[in-house]
């Protein structure tokens, strides 16, 4: 009787440890906070080349005065390669498309002529957001008299992939063969091949709360109407573990706040970044409307956040 007991009260345990645990992961799946250890580096992780906080376009057009044509590089991560690029008039890129990962962009200035597999040529320009697809291959070409410059992002570790009709540019460490492959990425009812920012989102109020979404890129597009007081530098919003977080800002002011590092303010065309595991929060500021786009992998990525007190 006794053994039977002791049976009936283990059993019970391990069912209310069961319960308990359904509990945790419904609220889980609820999006409801629960408290728990998470790893954060004992010391800041430094903001490795071409990594930084802030990257003023400014500062940046500033340093290749006089140039049409050159290249910035601006991020990298173990997720993603950006660059700020101007192409002179007249100029064209090669046809190229990505192995496994889609590559994007935004256009700040000038005119360009897209070709995509499967797609009408068009032209984006000031503020078009612009993505391709695995597999699809793609090539660009300024328009009118003037450079276009775009803030292009692309897988990390991926070297262009060209058609057989192409001559591959060299790239260090690698050669180029001859291979067959077979199919190739899609659009669908979030990922277009453009959204013209200006007109469906500004004059238009077409609401995207996310421009590319698929197994390993996430970028959305964080609008407000106004700027909000600034928090107290004791609210840090959330961290990211495993991997850090950019951001382009391409509408308006927004301010950002990024732990070890002071309260900065930003306009449109800058890029803001952050390290994996530091606290950092982002708030737009001034009167008028402002938008970000963020930059992270997975779009079931983990954030952290700070705990809530008092």
Do not use: C
Not at 171 to 189: E, R, S
Not at 214 to 225: A, N, P
């Amino acid at each position: 009787a006794i053994a039977g007991l002791s049976l009936l009260a283990l059993t019970g345990a391990q069912a209310q440890q069961q319960q308990d645990a359904a509990k945790a992961v419904a609220a889980a799946r609820g999006n409801q906070p629960i408290l728990a250890w998470a790893s954060k580096p004992a010391r800041l992780p430094a903001f490795q080349a071409p990594n930084k906080l802030v990257w003023r376009l400014s500062d940046i057009l500033a340093a290749h005065k006089g140039k049409q044509s050159w290249r910035q590089p601006v991020v990298k991560t173990r997720d993603f390669v950006g660059n700020w690029i101007s192409m002179a008039p007249g100029e064209k890129t090669k046809t190229v498309f990505h192995a496994d990962d889609r590559t994007f962009w935004e256009v700040q200035s000038g005119q360009m002529r897209v070709t995509i597999q499967g797609q009408e040529p068009f032209i984006a320009s000031k503020h078009f957001l612009v993505q391709v697809p695995k597999r699809l291959t793609y090539s660009m070409e300024t328009v009118g008299n003037e450079p276009v410059l775009y803030f292009e992002v692309e897988p990390a570790g991926e070297p262009p992939q060209y058609p057989i009709t192409e001559t591959p540019t060299p790239v260090p460490g690698f050669k180029y063969i001859q291979a067959t492959y077979t199919g190739h990425g899609n659009y669908d009812n979030i990922n277009h091949p453009f959204i013209d920012f200006d007109k469906d989102i500004v004059q238009d109020g077409k609401k995207n709360g996310v421009w590319i979404r698929d197994d390993h890129t996430y970028v959305t597009i964080l609008r407000s109407q106004k700027g909000v007081p600034t928090p107290p530098d004791t609210e840090w919003g959330h961290m990211h573990a495993n991997f850090p977080e950019f951001w382009l800002i391409v509408e308006g002011q927004q301010q950002f706040l990024v732990e070890g590092e002071k309260l900065v303010n930003v306009s449109d065309g800058d890029i803001v970044a952050t390290t994996e595991g530091r606290w950092h929060r982002a708030e737009p500021s001034g009167d008028g409307p402002s938008t970000r786009l963020a930059f992270i992998p997975r779009p079931d990525n983990l954030h952290w956040f700070q705990p809530k007190t008092g």
